[in-house]
Every structure is written in C-alpha cells, then in structure tokens.
C-alpha cells in the first residue's frame, strides 16, 4: 500500500531527502516502515477547533518517539523534520499525525510533560549531513565488530546508528551476560572521533531491527505490529499437540516464536473437555494407556500396554464412560469390541470448490475429442489422396498372397532353373476366413478394371523344423 512517492522502508530512502516538505497524498498511504500505523482518521474532520500538537517521528529501523509541534508548524505524514535531541539535534520522518497519536501516547504510557520539541522542518543543508552519517553506518559496524572481536569481548554488534548531525553514534549490541565495554568505548571514541552511546537489546529486539521474512512466508510480527514480547515455553507447544522439534519451533531470533501463543487459548478452551492425557483404562484384555489427542475431531487413542502398536480411536464421551466405569471398579470391555466401524459418510460437493482442477474438467473432454478426432481426419484425407489404382493394386496383392503360396509349393519339374527346396515342405492351410475376405473382394471389383500386373514368383522362407 504505497502512493508511489517512495516513503516506504527506511528512512533514509524516504520522499523527503528531495523535498523537506514531504508528498501531501501519503495521509492514508500505509507505508511499509516497521511498526507503521495506518491512519484511518486522515480523512475525518476534527470537530475541535484545536488540533493536537503531538506527532510521532521514525527515525532508523523500529525507532520512534513523540514531539510536540511548538511552533504550528504545517505537517503530514512524510515531512522530515529537525527535532530535538541530547546532545545537538536529529533528524527522522513524521509518521503519524492527529487524534491517533494521542492514542498511541496512550497506549505506550508516553507523559506529555517535558517532550521533547521539533525545531523545524529539515533543510537541505540538514539532509546532506543526514545522508552522509547513514552511508557510513555499515563501515562502522563492520569496523566496530572487529575491535570488539580483538579485544575478546562475548557480544554481538547488530546495529549502529547516527544521530542526524552526526554528533552521537548509538550502537546496539546483544550479549548472554554482562558484558564491560569500558575499553570498547574508548576505542571507538579514538577511531570514529564522536560521542559513542552503548545499547543492550534482546535477541527478539534484535530480529525486530533487522527485519526478515518467517516461516509463513510473511513479514516478521515483531517488526511489523508487535511490540510487547510475552515469555514462551515449551508448555504451550505440548497443548497444542505439536512436535517439540526446536528447528521448526523456533524463530529467526532463535527463540521460541511468538505465534504460539497466538492459539493458546482456544486450545486451553478446548482441552478442558477432554480427560487427562495420563489417562488409563482397566480392560478385561489388560491395561490401556492414551498415546494421542485430537482436539478438532474430539477423539483420543488408547493402545495397550503390551502390545502399544495397535491404537484405536474413541470418542471423548465414550471415554467418559469407560473412566466411570473403573472407578465403579469394573473392567471394561476390550478395546477390539469397544471399537465400532465408522460408516463411510458420502458427501456431495455441489459448488465444487474443493477440487483444484474445477475449471479444467469441461475442457478435458473437449481435448479428448479433438485429439481422437486427429489421427482419423488425417487418415480420411490421406485415403482421399491416395489414388485408385494403387488400393486396388493393394487389395489384389492381399487376395492372391495366398493362392501364390500353394502354387509356389508346387514342384516344377518343366522349369529346370527353379532352386528344388532341401526339405519338404507342407502347403499352409487356407482359412475360411481369408476365402470368404477373398470372395468378397472379387465381387466388390469393378468389371471395367485395369489389367492386372505381373509380379515375380515369391518362394515363402524356408521353415526350421528342428527350431
């Protein structure tokens, strides 16, 4: 959802590096930055005659803040602005105007007193600075990743970033325990020759900055809405029945991912029907344990201790009943009889939206017919091409194929050239069935048909008796 001015993203690729005053159309835009809110009051009239003096600012990445609009400046969503800031001043992007920022100050428990101000709206001379101290964001990390690295420290530089005059650099590192980077500092202050600020993050904030794409193919949730990060533990995968396999639980910060929690409740909900999984069960065959829930189908399995290969399915009400009858301290039955057979259930899709190929079944016949079609209209013309004389010719070949065949097993004692055959031979018989082909062909030749061809006697292939 952009308005094509190319305020998504970054900051420093935003509308406003060409223009301080921003795009005026990008009120209800949606730009794609981290943690965007979509202003869906931009265009209601306030009924107050006061508008609200807070706006909120993005700066790199996830980082945002409130300032107050002292002076009435005329803002939108897309301005860059001079704001203030300890020491100097920065630099970012409104991101927010209105009612709605009040909400958000709300809602982020954000004090009114003492916020900070905007100066102005961002010159020219104000951007250029800008953009010079963010091209050389990337040398400095890299730079700084291996001062860290030769000065032994256990931490991990994920991010740096500059303040907008270039006065302070901030860099965020994550670390598994407490980290002393007195030394670092002083290192850095001699290389980069400016005030250094140090930050600690999590590896969920740390996954926030960076951004990615997750296992679901979307953008990441704690870079896009999420903000608030709740402990998840291997608990909440177990009521979900899903497999503890920590490559596919976990997420891009290595932790466990935050959609677990997302379900959690409806399972609970759920599960609060079904009877403890350590559920067993006395039969008259011997003893049953549960080994699998379904929360959808309402159903557990239960296999014997002996044999724990075979599982058979029942029902949660059924269950019920069978619990209450050992505590009665009866057995039940085994789970064999227990086991009924489910009746195979006919459904009727009459829409059809469930079979993929829905569009492709009327024109499967079609094909079919046009590709039997084919082969026999070709044939059809290459018959009609075909001359007259040439089928005739056929057809004589056919029916005298095996008339030539007695003759030529007919010794010739006038033709003293004729090869005599080593072994004798017997004539092969004649099938009804080619005397009545030939019958018919003789009557269906017309009378005023072309003399036939001499052809050269063919002797048939010698015959193998002792093959």
Known sequence: MS????????????????????????????????????????????PSSNRYDFVEVRFKNDRKSFYKN???????????????????????VVSLTGELVKIQMKKKRF???????????????DIEIWQEARKKEESVKIE?????????????????EYQGDASKVTFYYTADSRVDFRMLIKELAGTFRTKIDMKQIGFRQEAAKVGGIGSCGRELCCSTWLTDFRSVNTNVARYQQLSINPQKLAGQCGK?????NYELDSYLDALSDFPSS?????????????????????KMWFAYVDSSMAWYDFDVALVKKLISQNKKGERTLPLEELKQPELAVQTVDLIQENSVDRFEKKNRGSNRNRNQNKPNNSQNGNRKNRPESTDKNVRAEKSERPVRQERSTKPNSNSANTPKPQQKQSPKPVSEKTEAIVANDSEKKPQNQQPKKKFKKKFPPKKDNNA
Request: charged share 20%; hydrophobic share 30%.
């Open 3 to 46: 308005c094509g001015c190319k305020t998504s993203g970054d900051s420093g690729h935003s509308c406003g590096t060409k223009s301080a005053n921003g795009c005026e159309n990008v009120n209800t835009c949606g730009n794609s930055y981290k943690l965007s809110v979509f202003d869906w009051l931009s265009n209601i009239q306030n």
């Open 144 to 160: 700084s990743r291996k001062i860290s690295h030769r000065l032994g420290l256990e931490m991990k530089i994920t991010d740096v």
């Open 111 to 125: 004090s009114d007193e003492g916020a900070p101000k905007i100066y102005r709206l961002a010159n020219q001379k």
């Open 70 to 92: 002292v002076n009435n400046i005329p803002l939108h969503i897309g301005s860059v602005v001079t704001v203030e800031s300890s020491p100097g001043h920065d630099v970012g």
């Open 278 to 298: 350590s559920t067993t069960l006395e039969t008259e065959k011997g003893k049953a344990f549960c080994i699998k829930i379904d929360v959808f189908k309402k």
């Open 256 to 260: 466990l991912k935050c959609c677990l």
